[in-house]
T-cell receptor, first 117, second 115 residues
Framework: DTGVSQDPRHKITKRGQNVTFRCDPI?????LYWYRQTLGQGPEFLTY????????KSRLLSDRFSAERPKGSFSTLEIQRTEQGDSAMYLC???????????????FGPGTRLTVT | AQSVTQLDSHVSVSEGTPVLLRCNYS??????LFWYVQHPNKGLQLLLK??????LVKGINGFEAEFKKSETSFHLTKPSAHMSDAAEYFC?????????????FGKGTMLLVSP
């Protein structure tokens, strides 16, 4: 088990460009989460998937953001027409959830740091 | 709705002295509570979790936390700080709503450890 991995680790882009990030969860985990962390703040929830279904989206996830998990394994987060306010660390996490209201801990990846110039 | 307030943005201690990081929570549901640690350039790591079993929870690296429902608190403690404990610590609450669960993070407390 190699943990949650994210690619790239760093991305610098110009305002208006599109960017895509990838997350590979721990292999047997059925839930995958995306968070955003800005300087001096804790991570903020963006969206999560159970298998391939996107079950919840935060109001932080504007129309320029889209996330997919096509085969219930890896996930991508795309930001279209980037703005300087999108500069942040984007974190991915995964967990194994068997239902019944039980909360299982989330395991986090190292994050992708996005800088929009 | 759920929220977390970490009462100190920075805490400074000397190596070998006790650590106390304070956290208050608010939740509409029976909460699950966590402490995560974030070292520079590393991912978030789970220190410990409370999920309605024992109110005193022991975690990794000698940390523990006590759930106090009457005070809505979940403070993190360690008897003796080590230089390697210097990092940012996040108190986190999770609630279930219709079977779904998301994490709400506090703003973090930076722990500084001096020799």
């Amino acid at each position: 088990d190699t943990g949650v991995s994210q690619d790239p680790r760093h991305k610098i882009t110009k305002r208006g460009q599109n960017v895509t990030f990838r997350c590979d969860p721990i292999s047997e985990h059925n839930r995958l989460y995306w968070y955003r962390q800005t300087l001096g703040q804790g991570p903020e929830f963006l969206t999560y998937f159970q298998n391939e279904a996107q079950l919840e989206k935060s109001r932080l996830l504007s129309d320029r953001f889209s996330a997919e998990r096509p085969k219930g394994s890896f996930s991508t987060l795309e930001i279209q027409r980037t703005e300087q306010g999108d500069s942040a660390m984007y974190l991915c996490a995964s967990s194994l959830t068997r239902g019944g209201g039980l909360v299982y801990e989330q395991y986090f990846g190292p994050g992708t740091r996005l800088t929009v110039t | 709705a759920q929220s977390v307030t970490q009462l100190d943005s920075h805490v400074s201690v000397s190596e070998g002295t006790p650590v106390l990081l304070r956290c208050n929570y608010s939740s509409s549901y029976s909460p699950s509570l966590f402490w995560y640690v974030q070292h520079p350039n590393k991912g978030l790591q789970l220190l410990l979790k409370y999920t309605s079993a024992a109110t005193l929870v022991k975690g990794i690296n000698g940390f523990e936390a006590e759930f106090k429902k009457s005070e809505t608190s979940f403070h993190l403690t360690k008897p003796s700080a080590h230089m390697s404990d210097a990092a940012e610590y996040f108190c986190v609450v999770s609630g279930t709503n219709s079977g779904y669960s998301t994490l709400t993070f506090g703003k973090g407390t930076m722990l500084l450890v001096s020799p």
